[in-house]
């Protein structure tokens, strides 16, 4: 049966720019269909970890019906990468082979800025509620991790989010936590609709939604170093933290109601 959060996989063919964002240093890359998108590598910074976060968190906004571009998986072969001049990027690439994340690239866009663009109540709820749901701590003022394209706004960048799994251990005690950065969300002021969104995106994602989200996740990118868990069981503590934050979600809206 069709999972309806099934990516697309594309090869990658050609690296064109490195975009030095922090440490993660994506890149702007062609692949195979002849699209250009802003890749991000397993070998960079968190390493996989990043591209589960930056996987869930695009599925889930894609689920809430938020716009954001494409995601896909990108796959590098091991050839590729080996006349590239700058070393670090050499390793970088050489270090990723095999699946990657990418994002389709908006070619036009320009980066939000809340001085220049208002944002409806609704909208803001919205996105404050899924930030405050995925512990997203990437989306203040200093860095807004949106885009304006064709006059709509576009959510990009969640590799920050789901941050309990670098500390698995608490993940229980994470799933219930209240989320106090999202004091900082640069579309709080305007989030005056919480409760109402609450009501309607705990409808929508159900269950099953929840599943099949974390059931995109590559196999490969749940063998971890630091620990002995499956693959199997490391998908089951995804599906449990998002189902367990789901259903106590009165707690992050409380506490973003009240940092307003």
């Not at 019906?65 to 072969?77: I, T, Y």
Request: net charge negative.
């Amino acid at each position: 049966m069709k999972n309806n959060f099934d990516l697309r996989t594309v090869n990658v063919t050609r690296y064109i720019t490195p975009l030095r964002e922090g440490g993660s240093l994506p890149a702007l890359a062609e692949a195979d269909d002849d699209f250009k998108y802003v890749l991000k590598f397993k070998g960079a910074g968190h390493g996989v970890k990043a591209l589960i976060a930056e996987l869930i968190g695009g599925q889930i906004a894609k689920a809430l019906k938020l716009q954001l571009p494409e995601l896909v998986f990108a796959n590098l072969d091991e050839a590729f990468g080996r006349s590239e001049g700058d070393e670090e990027i050499q390793d970088l690439l050489q270090g990723s082979q095999g699946l990657n994340l990418a994002l389709h690239f908006l070619s036009g866009s320009i980066t939000f800025d809340p001085v220049v663009t208002t944002v409806d109540d609704k909208l803001a709820s919205q996105i404050v509620w899924l930030d405050a749901y995925i512990t997203n701590v990437d989306r203040t003022f200093r860095n807004t991790n949106m885009l304006i394209w064709h006059k709509e706004l576009w959510l990009i960048d969640h590799g920050a989010c789901l941050y309990f799994h670098h500390s698995w251990n608490n993940w229980e005690q994470h799933a219930k936590s209240p989320f106090a950065l999202i004091k900082d969300h640069v579309l709080l002021p305007q989030a005056s609709l919480l409760k109402e969104v609450d009501a309607e995106y705990k409808a929508l994602l159900t269950n099953e939604k929840l599943e099949e989200i974390v059931n995109t996740i590559p196999e490969e990118w749940l063998v971890w170093e630091d620990t002995e868990e499956t693959p199997e069981a490391l998908r089951n503590v995804y599906l449990q933290f998002l189902q367990t934050r789901l259903n106590n979600s009165k707690i992050f809206v409380n506490q973003a109601q009240n940092a307003r």
